[in-house]
């Protein structure tokens, strides 16, 4: 396996992905802290304060209300905005005295896609702020279209979000946000480095003129070397994931803690329709072994067509057509939705934690539903299976042609 692992580093652009994911894992969190803007209230005035510095305002300035997020905190806020002028000066001393749940009411009460023009002055009370959610999902289904989904995922998606868990726990979660932009760059360079990888696997050896030593070992140990192949791309694969990983996370987390990690995601303004019933500590978690599953899924992908061609830029041509464009035209409104419901699920799509999360597809299987991240980590188990199991069938046969 070693000596398998060992050809990888024989091909530059291989060594060029390493490179740059390693790069990414470094500067794409930097880049997010340093493009990060907060806004101090404390002089009755807004002063932006960015980057790093703005970051740590941010966590200081929500510490004072971190707690259950509760509806009498709501509605003293919202009171409080009542009770001022209308204008700016209402906005920042609301801001100053309960931070973020100005931007929690209008979240909640303003039509789906209508926050801009909304006036949080016009809400009377937030004492239904936690059916808020499925009232706002219900607007965002209309937004759709009628055609968008069927009566089952409609159902699905109202019982989802009428079960997430309530109170929400409301501490700093902006950085969250960071580690998961980050992650998406890194882990989209991985999943092109699993192509690459996969694509010259099986063909190395007919392409060096070593075919020959291989054709009189016989098909036993043919099969053997082709999961020998398999088990190294994997680990290679992993160890480069956990690695870029550790960076991108140590990066954010040391820098400002792990803070949220018990918060609901729908304490996040932009997430507060997303139907997962999941924390933070919870999203990130699953966004890495999805990720991690799906990378796997797509190198054994590209494994398995080079397994058949032998031939590197014939695989890499086909596997390109065949795995990249789920990412692109998943939300092509030229396409019918069951073809993007299916384009949703595939494995490329799984290293975008904001595009599944905020999917509202459901697929059935046996007796159950199951939204869009599950689904896309069963065709990437699925995928990996088949590769697995007919992968080093064609690569024995193929060999020997």
Not at 124 to 145: C, M, Q, T
Request: hydrophobic fraction near 50%.
């Amino acid at each position: 396996m070693i000596y398998e692992m060992r050809k990888f580093y024989k091909n530059p652009a291989i060594m060029i992905l390493l490179f740059l994911a390693l790069l990414l894992s470094i500067i794409m969190p930097l880049f997010f802290i340093h493009d990060y803007e907060s806004y101090d209230y404390s002089t009755g005035k807004e002063e932006v304060v960015q980057g790093l510095d703005g970051v740590r305002l941010r966590k200081q300035q929500v510490e004072k209300v971190t707690g259950v997020l509760s509806t009498e905190k709501l509605n003293d806020a919202l009171f409080l905005y009542q009770s001022l002028p209308s204008g700016d000066e209402a906005y920042i001393q609301t801001e100053n005295e309960y931070p973020g749940l100005f931007q929690f009411l209008k979240v909640a009460y303003s039509p789906y896609a209508g926050e801009n023009t909304f006036l949080v002055s016009s809400i009377s009370k937030a004492d239904d702020y936690y059916n808020r959610n499925v009232e706002k999902l219900s607007g965002k289904i209309e937004f759709y279209g009628p055609t968008y989904l069927s009566e089952e995922e409609t159902q699905e998606a109202f019982n989802r979000a009428s079960n997430i868990e309530k109170p929400f726990i409301y501490e700093f979660v902006d950085h969250w946000a960071i580690v998961i932009k980050s992650l998406i760059f890194v882990y989209a360079i991985l999943a092109l480095s699993a192509i690459l990888i996969a694509c010259q696997l099986f063909s190395f050896e007919k392409e060096k003129n070593m075919a020959i030593i291989l054709k009189v070992v016989g098909r036993n140990k043919l099969m053997g070397i082709g999961y020998k192949k398999l088990s190294a791309m994997s680990c290679y694969l992993t160890l480069k994931f956990i690695l870029c990983s550790t960076i991108v996370s140590s990066m954010v987390f040391v820098l400002l803690g792990f803070s949220g990690w018990q918060s609901q995601i729908q304490v996040m303004p932009e997430f507060f329709t997303m139907v997962y019933n999941w924390t933070f500590g919870e999203m990130f978690i699953g966004f890495m072994f999805i990720s991690w599953m799906c990378i796997l899924s797509i190198g054994f992908m590209g494994a398995f067509f080079n397994a058949i061609f032998q031939k590197t830029y014939t695989s890499l041509i086909v596997s390109s057509l065949i795995i990249v464009p789920p990412f692109f035209m998943q939300n092509s409104v030229f396409m019918p939705v069951y073809v993007r419901r299916f384009l949703s699920a595939q494995p490329i799509n799984g290293i975008n934690l904001l595009s599944y999360i905020d999917s509202l597809f459901s697929y059935k299987i046996g007796s159950f539903r199951v939204l869009n991240a599950t689904m896309i980590v069963i065709f990437a188990g699925l995928f990996i299976g088949i590769s697995m199991l007919l992968s080093p069938i064609f690569f024995n046969k193929r060999i020997n042609q």
